[in-house]
């Protein structure tokens, strides 16, 4: 079983729709926890760390459910420049982060 | 937030040549880094952890001879990828690490994207 899974999608959603990726995790001593976007060919970037009590930012939640080990994303009112690949990242320690392997979201005009 | 670069962005070698790839954290010193790579429409895998002044930590299956790893300072490390040849086409990315109270965050350097002829 891998560290951490995700589902690759693709999610194609009409621009204005709301969509959810989830993400488990196998280490139950997992501490930290992370989503991150990733453009084509650019590095990943920091969207949100995500906190047990969860965690908005605008048009983005992201929440942790540590009995069933999974993390979340909401996106509201996605946006075209939504597009992107989605990471999940844990952190199994004060290590080094294990990452899902991205779900892509495509957002249609 | 805080700054890693890398250094080149991209590069075209002959197979069988070695690769050199610098990253560096501009406005903060980094004690640990680490490096990934990414094949296409795959997750970033971690290859190892770069700790300053001392032997880097691989991942199982990444041959410490071929990947080459020194971190010499606080604020520069360094890939080289000897004797390249076309799978290790990919793109390489680094990661600083920022340890402050609380704080527990890795930053990304843009990326290195490699193939091999």
């Known amino acids: 079983r891998k560290e951490v899974e995700q589902d690759p999608g693709p999610f194609n959603v009409p621009e204005g729709a709301t969509v959810a990726f989830n993400c488990t995790y196998s280490n139950s001593a997992s501490q930290s926890f992370f989503w991150y976007r990733q453009d084509c060919r650019k590095e990943p970037k920091l969207l949100m760390s995500?906190?047990?009590s969860g965690n908005e930012d605008g048009r983005f939640t992201a929440q942790l459910n540590r009995a069933s080990q999974y993390i979340s994303l909401l996106i509201r009112d996605s946006k075209l420049s939504d597009s992107a690949t989605y990471l999940c990242a844990v952190m199994p320690s004060a290590r080094q982060l294990t990452f899902g392997s991205g779900t892509q979201l495509t957002v249609l005009p | 937030g805080a700054v890693v670069s890398q250094h080149p962005s991209w590069v075209i070698c002959k197979s069988g040549t070695s690769v050199k790839i610098e990253c560096r954290s501009l406005d903060f010193q980094a004690t640990t880094m680490f490096w990934y790579r990414q094949f296409p429409k795959q997750s970033l895998m971690l290859m190892a952890t770069s700790n300053e002044g001392s032997k880097a930590t691989y991942e199982q299956g990444v041959e410490k001879d071929k990947f080459l790893i020194n971190h010499a300072s606080l604020t520069l490390s360094t890939l080289t990828v000897t004797s390249a040849h076309p799978e290790d086409s990919s793109f390489y990315i680094c990661?600083?690490?920022?340890?402050?109270?609380?704080?527990?965050?890795?930053?990304f350097g843009p990326g290195t994207r490699l193939t091999v002829l």
């Open positions: 990661s600083a690490r920022v340890l402050a109270g609380v704080l527990n965050e890795q930053f």
């Open positions: 995500v906190y047990s």
